[in-house]
């Protein structure tokens, strides 16, 4: 890629940091995206709020390809949200 090519691009570097949109950029596959979807999902803070909340939450701070995806996949699997919701 070269430096004309992010003139227009939504993805920026700082201070040697990727970034979309001012979002940290994760690898798709990354150990960290199952982590962070834990915390913002799982934990008292988070509060199996649903796909919809837990995607908000998570697209505030970081992005990655498929994230949408893989987040509602991780919330229709979550055990404590197929029992306690209908």
């Known amino acids: 890629m070269k430096v004309g ?3 227009n691009s939504p993805y920026t570097m700082y201070q040697g940091t990727l970034l979309y949109k001012g979002r ?3 690898p798709a596959h ?3 995206t199952l982590q962070i979807m834990e915390e913002c999902h799982s934990t008292a803070e988070g509060g199996h709020a649903g796909a919809f909340r837990t995607l908000k939450r998570i697209t505030s701070n970081f992005f990655w390809r498929g994230m ?4 509602s996949q991780f919330v ?3 055990m404590i949200c197929q029992r306690q919701k209908y």
């Open 68 to 71: 949408k995806k893989e987040i």
């Open 5 to 7: 090519d992010w003139v």
């Open 76 to 78: 229709a699997e979550c």
């Open 30 to 32: 990354s150990p960290w």
């Open 24 to 26: 940290l950029v994760l």
